[in-house]
């Protein structure tokens, strides 16, 4: 090996350490360990008894939610995060958190998508192209809403919650993999409290789906140099399933939180995609007609969701599965 090359070779090694040990983007400001959550029904998931017929161009929020855009305030900047972010209000008076960059467009099918089979989710729509007086024109600009009496009470732990091995638990980790969400963390997990008609409900969400849509190495001391967001191409390219081991199914996970697929089964995989399958390829194309996509871009991201939700209906002990 000549010099040039070890000295190459040095400094790819030290800079996979550097990037192994610390996390590039911006951390969010940490919850207060002791704030004390308040009590209420804890919801995860809600069974879609209209999947056929739910809208995932307008998604969660539906028409009425949507941004009245004939008036932008700035109120001000929200810190945290890898994408800039500015808390607004819009003609309607209704608060809302906008997203610049490129997590907007993932982040808006992303939540679609999950919001399809019955997680509940932040309520978000994008809009092509906003001015936010005073701090400039902005193209794919992702809104999510803040309304009133809804408070966000802390984050929920992935190694500890009422729903722990529940099939709808698993099938929320299939849905990260399937998205390529490789940003799984506590922190950008939320439960929001509200007053039901039936008392205080407590919904526990993912509040953070940025990091989707994109490719992300299994190879541990890689994944952070060779992962991407919201790069339909990376993503159409990437495994989903590796094989089916005993009933155990082995998942292409390259991302944080690894072990959290470590105990998926056929039944929980045969349980997600008995909801998934039931969505059309129109809907699903309006998940991502919704964000902004161009239309060679939609038809890469809702082939590749459409090619694992297969992977996952046609699942057999034994079978390896990964396509490249």
């Keep these: 090996m000549t010099w040039t090359k070890q000295i190459r070779t040095i400094v790819m090694l030290m800079l996979v350490m550097c990037m192994t040990a610390v996390d590039l983007s911006v951390a969010k400001p940490k919850p207060n360990?002791?704030?004390?959550?308040?009590?209420?029904t804890p919801v995860f998931w809600r069974r879609p008894v209209d999947i056929r017929n739910r809208d995932l161009f307008l998604g969660p929020g539906g028409s009425s939610m949507r941004p009245d855009l004939s008036r932008i305030e700035f109120i001000k900047e929200e810190k945290g995060g890898y994408s800039k972010k500015f808390r607004v209000r819009d003609g309607s008076g209704r608060e809302w958190v906008a997203k610049i960059g490129k997590e907007a467009q993932s982040e808006t099918s992303a939540v679609r998508l999950l919001w399809?089979?019955?997680?509940?989710?932040?309520?978000?729509?994008?809009?092509?192209?906003?001015?936010?007086?005073?701090?400039?024109?902005?193209?794919?600009?992702?809104?999510?809403?803040?309304?009133?009496?809804v408070?966000?009470?802390?984050?929920?732990?992935?190694?500890?919650?009422?729903?722990?091995?529940?099939?709808?638990?698993q099938g929320l980790k299939i849905m990260m993999a399937l998205i390529n969400n490789w940003d799984i963390k506590d922190s950008n997990n939320e439960m929001l409290h509200f007053?039901?008609?039936?008392?205080?409900?407590?919904?526990?969400?993912?509040?953070?789906?940025?990091?989707t849509f994109g490719h992300a190495s299994g190879t541990p001391l890689f994944w952070r140099i060779t992962r991407s967001r919201n790069n339909p191409k990376n993503y159409a390219n990437s495994n989903f399933l590796k094989k089916v081991k005993d009933?155990?199914?082995?998942?292409?996970?390259?991302?944080?939180?690894?072990g959290l697929f470590k105990n998926i089964n056929v039944d929980d995989a045969t349980w997600i995609a008995s909801w998934l399958s039931q969505l059309s390829d129109q809907q699903i194309r309006d998940a991502f007609r919704a964000a902004n996509y161009t239309p060679s871009e939609i038809n890469l991201l809702?082939?590749?969701?459409?090619?694992?939700?297969?992977?996952?209906?046609?699942?057999?002990?034994?079978?390896?599965?990964?396509?490249?």
């Excluded at 007053?195 to 940025?210: F, K, N, W």
């Design 33 to 40: 360990k002791d704030k004390k959550v308040p009590s209420g």
């Design 116 to 149: 399809a089979v019955g997680y509940p989710t932040e309520i978000n729509y994008l809009e092509p192209r906003v001015t936010i007086p005073g701090k400039g024109t902005f193209t794919n600009v992702r809104f999510e809403a803040r309304p009133e009496g």
């Design 151 to 169: 408070k966000r009470v802390g984050e929920w732990k992935w190694s500890r919650n009422p729903f722990v091995q529940t099939p709808e638990f």
């Design 195 to 211: 007053r039901g008609r039936d008392g205080d409900v407590l919904v526990y969400i993912i509040s953070d789906l940025g990091a």
């Design 247 to 258: 009933n155990r199914v082995e998942i292409k996970y390259g991302g944080k939180n690894r």
């Design 302 to 324: 809702a082939g590749e969701v459409r090619q694992r939700t297969n992977e996952l209906v046609n699942l057999r002990p034994g079978e390896r599965i990964g396509r490249r």
